[in-house]
Nanobody, 114 residues
Framework: QVQLVESGGGLVQAGGSLRLSCTAS????????MAWYRQAAGKQRELVAK??????NYADSVKGRFTISRDNTKNTVVLEMNSLKSEDTAVYYC?????????WGQGTQVTVSS
């Protein structure tokens, strides 16, 4: 059974940086797509960034501030978050896509204080 474990969330002041990491266990397969989503209180879950072997895509709200990267040898995806804003406060979820099957992590809280 594939499981995703996230780490790196926490409390940071506006303008600061955080690094989120997500690692898959229970499989040796590389995901077709690795992504980060977030869900703020009272809002729908939204895509933050995703990466495939061909390209990476970002939500307009994080372009130029966040960087997603993957290490297939470690089955890990990392989200580097810089210039954080209060509106980035949310629970962040990593998600891997294996064919048509999407796996979710348990989520990690990111809180940005203004």
């Amino acid at each position: 059974q594939v499981q995703l474990v996230e780490s790196g969330g926490g409390l940071v002041q506006a303008g600061g940086s955080l690094r989120l990491s997500c690692t898959a266990s229970g499989t040796i397969l590389s995901a077709t797509e690795m992504a980060w989503y977030r869900q703020a209180a009272g809002k729908q879950r939204e895509l933050v960034a995703k990466t495939t072997s061909a390209r990476s895509n970002y939500a307009d709200s994080v372009k130029g501030r966040f960087t997603i990267s993957r290490d297939n040898t470690k089955n890990t995806v990392v989200l580097e978050m810089n210039s954080l804003k209060s509106e980035d406060t949310a629970v962040y979820y990593c998600s891997y896509l294996y064919g048509s099957r999407r796996i979710w992590g348990q989520g990690t809280q990111v809180t940005v204080s203004s």
